[in-house]
């Protein structure tokens, strides 16, 4: 009897990873700007767009993951010539960050591509 429970148990997980593994996938994107005024201890960090936004859905991980860094990497080759503006980049757990540190002024921009399965929605809840 254990051994049929067993057996059920590891058929709904395999069906659990499989539904999983054909689910949609979304580009969520965001930008963060940290700014610091003149006194080094005054910063001020805020969001260019008050939430996250979807910029694609695709039918697996890793073309929305494929998505996300050519999504990044256009804005680096923007600026990537642009005089007194620094450039560093991240990936991680389906998170890609590109920094853009303005030299001249310390301003810090944050982009980031996020792929979520469709199920996923990284926006906060508002409580009512």
């Given at each position: 009897?254990?051994?049929?429970?067993?057996?059920?148990?590891?058929?709904?997980?395999?069906?659990?990873?499989?539904?999983?593994?054909?689910?949609?996938?979304?580009?969520?994107?965001?930008?963060?700007?940290?700014?610091?005024?003149?006194?080094?201890?005054?910063i001020?960090?805020?969001?260019?767009?008050?939430?996250?936004?979807?910029?694609?859905a695709?039918?697996?991980?890793?073309?929305?993951?494929?998505?996300a860094?050519?999504?990044?990497?256009?804005?680096?080759?923007?600026?990537?010539?642009?005089?007194?503006?620094?450039?560093?980049?991240?990936?991680?757990?389906?998170?890609?960050?590109?920094?853009?540190?303005?030299?001249?002024?310390?301003?810090?921009f944050?982009?980031?591509?996020?792929?979520?399965?469709?199920?996923?929605?990284?926006?906060?809840?508002?409580?009512?």
């Open positions: 009897m254990i051994f049929l429970l067993f057996l059920a148990a590891i058929q709904v997980m395999s069906l659990a990873s499989i539904a999983s593994a054909e689910s949609a996938w979304v580009l969520w994107d965001k930008e963060k700007s940290i700014t610091t005024k003149r006194d080094p201890g005054d001020i960090a805020n969001e260019r767009y008050p939430t996250w936004e979807v910029l694609n695709f039918k697996d991980k890793q073309e929305c993951m494929k998505a860094a050519n999504h990044i990497s256009g804005f680096e080759h923007r600026l990537k010539n642009v005089k007194d503006v620094q450039l560093s980049k991240d990936e991680f757990g389906g998170l890609t960050r590109l920094f853009i540190d303005h030299l001249d002024d310390g301003n810090r944050i982009h980031i591509a996020l792929c979520l399965p469709e199920t996923v929605d990284p926006r906060p809840r508002v409580k009512e």
